[in-house]
């Protein structure tokens, strides 16, 4: 191969690898025949994190659980998930097997982004002697 052209070959071959690896062009015309929002359905094709509210659309939009789970599982989260998600999740109607893999998600995302001071003591409580039961963080 002329080394001249190697170079625009492998941006170009690049930019066509670089679309939605999670899904095959099948299961992406399935989402988008979903009557997802569209918003939604460019954070996918783009491979950015989708938030609660985007798995609600989802999964009111007919799209299979397997296919919101794989995505999960591919391309994560970028925030914690908080109480109050499950609880819209749930009420919204979204399936436990999608909010367990939201909260694995979660989970890995905190993991992967928790300072490296983080399990000297429990930050789970934040109490103080002087406020209840937990570390003793003193500030003086």
Not at 49 to 58: E, G, K, N, T, V
Not at 69 to 81: H, K, R, S, T
Request: charged share 20%; with cysteine; proline share 6%.
């Amino acid at each position: 191969m002329n080394p001249r052209y190697s170079s625009p070959l492998c941006i170009i071959a690049a930019v066509v690898f670089a679309g939605c690896a999670t899904f095959d062009r099948r299961e992406m015309a399935l989402i988008r025949q979903s009557g997802a929002p569209r918003s939604v359905v460019q954070k996918i094709e783009h491979g950015d994190p989708i938030a609660p509210s985007d798995i609600i659309a989802l999964s009111r939009s007919g799209v299979p659980d397997s296919l919101i789970i794989q995505y999960l599982e591919d391309d994560g989260v970028d925030y914690l998930v908080t109480r109050a998600d499950v609880l819209s999740l749930r009420r919204a109607g979204v399936r436990a097997r999608v909010i367990d893999a939201l909260m694995v998600e979660g989970d890995r995302f905190a993991r992967d982004y928790a300072p490296s001071n983080v399990g000297a003591y429990d930050v789970s409580w934040g109490g103080s002697v002087m406020y209840g039961p937990g570390p003793y963080v003193g500030w003086w």
